[in-house]
């Protein structure tokens, strides 16, 4: 057990400055994954019937990248896990520091209501993206959930995608998954949710490491809170756009005005 | 840190002649507290006659000495310069440390602030750290000990230098006599979420570490001072800046970024 002390301490450090500095820099790699995630999906709204985002999807897949990707998706692993785990140790920590609560507490700050409750609720943020996280990992990259309310032949062939997960998911496969109802509200949510729980930790991770100037702190905050918005609103746009996209299979649009034949 | 009673001796009768203009009649819910180890609750009492020119504290003078009257035993708080500058006092005060006012202390929070037939619910500072001695006293040595593990410059600096035989910027002068400012008073404890010492940690840190005095000891002394911090048993900080705005002599929250940084380099650097 001693061969292993040198990991838990990399992990858990000696003291709650350094506890929080490491669930700054965790949230800030995750921050950087998450715009290179982004960016990779707006490819799903490029006019070229999908041929960019498949093109992408396999790339991904391909042999030369298999390596990077593996390697990328155990560092997100751990970056996920030391920054939940973390975040649980020292919420009870400060929890323990007040064993006895106010019978009345105010604040004393003027903040504005987008950014003033974000900080209460960082743990309840981070559990709920914690959950969304699950789903979208199940619906995507281990691709175990089936879309039962889809026809039976996008069943097939979501099946068959699971059959080989080294295939790339397709534009089609993606839009189609996004359609199910339980994906749709879990990911909505789970978006807006990630993009709440980044204005207050995007500025946050700043602080904690040590950055803090007159000059740029105030702009730090504002770039935090339009930050949390290209975030959270860009990931939650994809559910929605998925419900009014014409894909293959899809049934042909009524013609204008065939209504119309109704007296 | 001792934990005074309030002395009602030197005080007028309420409602007598020294004090002109309008009076009010108030409710408090005060935290009673026999000694540590015993329950506390709120309890209700009436104080009418308040001269809206009396600070926070004399309204308590003026309760005690109601009490005193009926044989009751007064309520224990900490006070004394009674100038805003000691940082003996401080209860939270409807929930806020030390009131409503931004930048004032207790005893500089006067009876205007107030209305006629308000409530105010008094309370001591909550924290692990801070257990509470009798009533609104709390103990706040945990204070006194972060500072002995390094909140000082403990080699031989001689005697007082000429004034331009050691350069320090006059920006780094100010932020250190800002962060000097500091008067150890708990709010920030109080106030914060997470009872966390961090603002005042950091601004004696930071009082120290802009300064040559300070350099030599400057790796040392930020982490023998938040190891200290944590053994306490104090919250970490997780920057809701709630502090800064509870602060009675306004230390930034700037000071505890520059706590992280000091710690973080020394914990890099040391050998």
């Not at chain 1, 292993?4 to 820099?25: E, H, Q, V």
């Not at chain 2, 005193?68 to 007064?74: F, I, L, S």
């Not at chain 2, 009872?195 to 982490?223: D, N, T, W, Y």
């Amino acid at each position: 057990m001693n061969g292993l002390k040198w990991l838990w301490t990399l992990i858990y450090g000696d003291s709650s400055i350094g506890r929080k500095a490491r669930i700054a820099i965790t949230g800030l790699l995750m921050c950087g994954f998450l715009v290179s995630h982004l960016a990779g999906n707006l490819l799903l709204f490029k006019g070229d019937d999908g041929e960019s985002y498949n093109n992408y999807a396999k790339f991904l897949h391909s042999g030369e990248m298999e390596a990077v990707v593996a390697g990328a998706e155990v560092g997100l692993l751990v970056l996920f896990g030391v920054h939940l785990l973390l975040a649980l140790v020292t919420t009870r920590e400060n929890t323990a520091a007040r064993p006895t609560g106010y019978a009345m507490k105010q604040s004393k700050q003027g903040d504005s209501m987008l950014a003033a409750p974000a900080y209460n609720v960082m743990l309840l943020t981070g559990v709920v993206v914690f959950a969304f996280l699950v789903l979208h990992l199940v619906d995507f990259r281990f691709r175990a959930r089936g879309s039962s309310h889809e026809p039976a032949h996008v069943v097939e062939k979501v099946d068959a995608a699971h059959a080989n997960k080294h295939q790339p998911i397709t534009r089609t496969d993606a839009i189609r998954l996004l359609r199910d109802p339980l994906t749709s509200g879990v990911y909505l949510v789970g978006c807006l949710v990630l993009g709440y729980h980044l204005v207050h930790g995007f500025y946050s991770a700043f602080q904690t490491l040590g950055f803090n100037h007159p000059r740029y702190t105030p702009k730090l905050r504002l770039l935090s809170i339009v930050f949390a918005i290209v975030i959270g609103v860009g990931f939650a746009i994809f559910p929605v756009w998925a419900h009014f996209v014409t894909i293959p299979g899809d049934a042909p649009a009524a013609p204008p005005g065939a209504t119309a034949t109704t007296p | 840190m001792s934990a005074a009673t309030s002395s009602p001796t030197a005080l007028k009768t309420p409602g007598s002649d020294s004090h002109s203009g309008p009076t009010l009649s108030l409710t408090l819910k005060i935290w009673r507290q026999k000694d540590t180890n015993s329950p506390g609750e709120l309890k209700t009492y009436e104080v009418k006659g308040i001269s809206t020119h009396m600070s926070f504290l004399e309204m308590l003078d003026v309760l005690n000495e109601q009490l005193v009257q009926k044989n009751e035993e007064p309520v224990a708080f900490d006070h004394d310069c009674r100038e805003g500058i000691c940082g003996m006092c401080g209860v939270m005060i409807n929930g806020q440390a030390h009131g409503p006012d931004l930048t004032t202390t207790t005893c500089q929070l006067h009876m205007r602030k107030f209305r006629d037939h308000d409530t105010i619910v008094i309370e001591p500072w909550r924290a692990k750290a801070f257990p509470v001695i009798k009533d609104l006293v709390v103990d706040r040595s945990a204070f006194d000990r972060i500072i002995t593990t390094g909140g000082y410059v403990s080699i031989n600096v001689g005697s007082a230098p000429d004034g331009n035989a050691v350069p320090v910027p006059k920006e780094n002068a100010d932020q250190a006599f800002d962060a000097a400012t500091c008067i150890g008073c708990g709010a920030c404890v109080a106030s914060c979420k997470n009872a966390s010492a961090s603002l005042f940690v950091s601004a004696k840190v930071s009082q120290l570490a802009l300064l040559p005095q300070g350099e030599p000891e400057r790796v040392r002394r930020v982490q023998r001072m938040v190891a200290q911090m944590d053994k306490e048993g104090f919250g970490g900080c997780t920057n809701t800046n709630e502090c800064e705005a509870a602060c009675p002599v306004g230390i930034k929250v700037e000071n505890i970024a520059r706590l992280n940084r000091e710690f973080l380099r020394a914990k890099m650097i040391t050998r």
